[in-house]
């Protein structure tokens, strides 16, 4: 009976963490419209790339887009021919990736350290806010960390396996492959660098011959070459620039393309974006480097980690995005040292039980002030407002739970707080996004001006995801006499700009037969006209 009631408990546990990772990534998916630059663009590549049937190589407002490998892109074509065109169908491959990555991390937390691991690893993942985030955006980082994720899981597994019944280590290099061509080389520099440390700290040289390296490598090359071969052949600048320019000359910092930042940036950027669990991996990794008797599964989700972060710490240009792909065995840390305390029935010490508090009060407080201000904005977003006088419960409940010093309550607790922002962020302030910064409206108010194929100007901005909507291609230019001499020239035409430019086009104040359509956040206009328009002294 007793251990009957243990499975009920543990299928009650699974369940409930399958439903925090659900919410987390796939509630109100498509709430917000697609933000530009980086949605926008991505989302236009793909649509692009089906209106043209061009594949091969992507292109952005008819151009070719040198910046990534091509497989992101097929992704979100494939997503949008199934469901449409649509945010929701556009950030499905990153939802999608987002969950399957907490998937491949709880596998690893239960293989290294038990059920109870695993599913506090699959709630906190599915719950570390900045993670959540940039899996709901159209961005190719969570692809990119779902591929390594499974890569350096595959790996693990095969080195933690029984020697005599030790699995096949050719999906890992499957695996591989297909992240060149969601990535480039990183994912051949970071999991090949895993395994050479995992063979000298665990003094594992004797497993070298049956990583299987020179026939494994040839594998990684059959999946990846033959694209990167065809779009050399296509167009040779793209893999050239893509590779040196967006690779190379980025990792150094020779580039100056942008997100350059000092030495420290993850020594700030790392515990904020592992809010609210960061404690929890401190601990964890601090545990793990300090046991004299750590197992192979300990050493090896250190390195996974330490990998990571030692390989982008020297580079010139820093994002948090970049270290993405050591959040999952961090996590994995974290809910080992969370799982250990709960099993030896071991209280969290002080500090982490008022941290926990502080948090839960902090997310209230900001829920319960940020509901009402958004109802307010937008009154058709009543959910946002049950949610945050909702969030108000939580505070009697955590104190009984401090009180009683119950840490699974306070974590399950901490678990709620962060969903119930998620849930706040991505329903009712969608709504307020709609109206400050979205240009869906924009596309709608462009309906039946251009006819299909002719392109949308854009003077000094470049909304990508209004390309997307209207299904228009941009013109862009920083050119007045250009854009002028292309509205002269374009019979009838549309522009998009902001206000402020309107005088270096002549457009102010709007001469005779051009007309407004649509003006929204930030000072961005589309007007519209029909024939010639005056030279502009």
Aim: hydrophobic share 55%; net charge positive.
């Amino acid at each position: 009976m007793k251990q009957q009631s243990s499975r009920s408990r543990g299928a009650a546990a699974l369940l409930a963490a399958a439903a925090v990772a659900g919410c987390a990534f796939f509630l109100w998916l498509g709430c917000f419209d697609l933000i530009d630059p980086d949605e926008g663009r991505h989302a236009e590549i793909a649509r692009e790339m089906l209106v043209s049937g061009h594949y091969l190589t992507p292109r952005l407002h008819g151009l070719p887009y040198y910046d990534k490998p091509v497989l992101f892109h097929w992704a979100l074509a494939a997503s949008m021919s199934l469901f449409g065109q649509t945010a929701a169908a556009v950030r499905l491959p990153s939802a999608l990736s987002g969950l399957l990555t907490v998937v491949f991390a709880g596998c690893w937390a239960f293989r290294a350290y038990g059920p109870g691991a695993a599913l506090l690893a699959v709630a906190g993942l599915s719950t570390t806010l900045s993670f959540v985030a940039v899996s709901r955006f159209v961005v190719i980082d969570p692809l990119l960390v779902c591929i390594m994720t499974a890569a350096l899981v595959w790996l693990g597994l095969w080195f933690t396996d029984d020697e005599a019944r030790r699995r096949s280590i050719y999906p890992f290099y499957v695996l591989v492959g297909l992240g060149t061509l969601a990535k480039g080389p990183v994912v051949l520099a970071i999991p090949g660098a895993v395994a050479l440390v995992m063979l000298t700290l665990g003094r594992r040289w004797s497993c070298l011959a049956s990583l299987r390296v020179p026939s494994g490598a040839a594998l990684a090359a059959a999946v990846a070459v033959p694209w990167y071969l065809a779009a050399w052949l296509s167009d040779p600048a793209y893999i050239e620039t893509f590779l040196w320019h967006h690779n190379i000359e980025r990792y150094l910092g020779s580039a100056h393309i942008g997100h350059q930042s000092p030495w420290y940036y993850y020594l700030v950027a790392l515990p904020l974006g592992l809010l609210p669990w960061f404690p929890w991996v401190a601990a964890g990794v601090w545990r793990k480097l300090s046991d004299p008797q750590r197992s192979d599964a300990d050493l090896y989700t250190l390195i996974w980690a330490g990998v990571v972060l030692v390989f982008f710490l020297p580079a010139r240009t820093k994002l948090l995005t970049y270290v993405l792909p050591a959040f999952p065995p961090l996590l994995c840390l974290g809910a080992a040292y969370a799982a250990g305390k709960f099993e030896s029935k071991q209280p969290f010490p002080a500090a982490f039980r008022a941290f926990a508090f502080a948090w839960i009060a902090l997310l209230v407080l900001v829920m319960s002030a940020a509901a009402p201000a958004a109802w307010w904005w937008a009154p058709q977003a009543c959910t946002g407002l049950l949610a945050g006088l909702a969030s108000l419960l939580l505070l009697p409940l955590v104190r009984q739970a401090w009180r009683a010093r119950d840490d699974k309550r306070l974590a399950l607790y901490m678990v709620l707080a962060s969903l119930g922002l998620l849930v706040l962020v991505y329903g009712p302030a969608a709504i307020v996004q709609h109206q400050e910064r979205g240009m869906r409206s924009a596309a709608l108010a462009l309906e039946g001006e251009l006819e299909d194929g002719r392109p949308l100007l854009a003077y000094e901005i470049s909304p990508h995801s209004l390309a997307f909507y209207s299904r228009h291609v941009l013109w862009r230019s920083s050119d007045p006499v250009a854009t002028r001499q292309m509205m002269r020239e374009s019979g009838a035409w549309a522009l998009v700009t902001r206000e402020r430019y309107l005088d270096d086009l002549g457009l102010d104040p709007l001469p005779p037969g051009v007309r407004p359509l649509w003006s929204g956040g930030g000072g961005r206009v589309v007007v519209a006209g029909e024939g010639r328009v005056e030279e502009h002294e």
